[in-house]
């Protein structure tokens, strides 16, 4: 049996709550963390002073993925086509730098890789992208309750209303590559 070609990727897409759902069902992923990256403010932010939109953190999902079944390439190019990679810090009716469009990289391969991915998919929007791409400096775990989210609280409204066409989407699209 061979090893498997395990790497990270760190994004954000709004909510993470849409994000770990989506990325979850993906053939490769081994791991989906929600938590927080890219603020200014020294210490672990808590949800609350994420939300409170002072800290400059966003909310992201760090995931791990056996790169010989789903490449760092492919995961962006889903990302990019589950969310609105063209509206600044904002996703839906979640409002603030917390959801920003941001892909955090954590090597200089996965930096190109991410500047192509967005020129390339350019075309395929009315707007321009506004998605960041920025050095993963520290990731913070979030609370508990925000892990498995979608999973533990399907018939919530949010999910009901938000994730559910988020994952349609994804299924409609690339159905091939998901468990």
């Known amino acids: 049996m061979k090893d498997k070609n395990i790497q990270t990727a760190t994004i954000g897409g709004g909510c993470f709550w849409c994000t770990e759902a989506v990325f979850?069902?993906?053939?490769?992923?081994?791991?989906?963390?929600?938590?927080?990256?890219?603020?200014?403010?020294?210490?672990?932010?808590?949800?609350?002073?994420?939300c409170s939109g002072l800290t400059g953190h966003a909310e992201?999902?760090?995931l791990t993925f056996d790169a010989d079944v789903v490449s760092f390439e492919?995961?962006?190019?889903?990302?990019?086509?589950?969310?609105?990679?063209?509206?600044?810090n904002r996703q839906g009716a979640d409002v603030g730098t917390q959801y920003r469009s941001a892909i955090f990289y954590h090597t200089d391969e996965q930096r190109k890789i991410a500047?192509?991915?967005l020129q390339q998919m350019a075309d395929y929007y009315d707007a321009p992208i506004v998605t960041e791409i920025t050095p993963l400096e520290t990731f913070y775990e979030a609370e508990a309750e925000h892990q498995n989210y979608?999973?533990?609280?399907q018939q919530q409204g949010y999910c009901s209303y938000v994730i559910t066409p988020k994952l349609t989407k994804l299924r409609q699209l690339f159905a091939d590559k998901l468990k």
């Open 150 to 153: 979608y999973r533990e609280n």
């Open 60 to 62: 992201v999902i760090q």
């Open 115 to 117: 500047e192509v991915v």
């Open 74 to 88: 492919e995961l962006l190019i889903m990302f990019m086509a589950t969310h609105d990679p063209t509206t600044l």
């Open 24 to 50: 979850q069902e993906v053939k490769g992923v081994e791991t989906v963390v929600s938590g927080y990256t890219g603020g200014t403010v020294p210490g672990k932010p808590t949800y609350r002073e994420i």
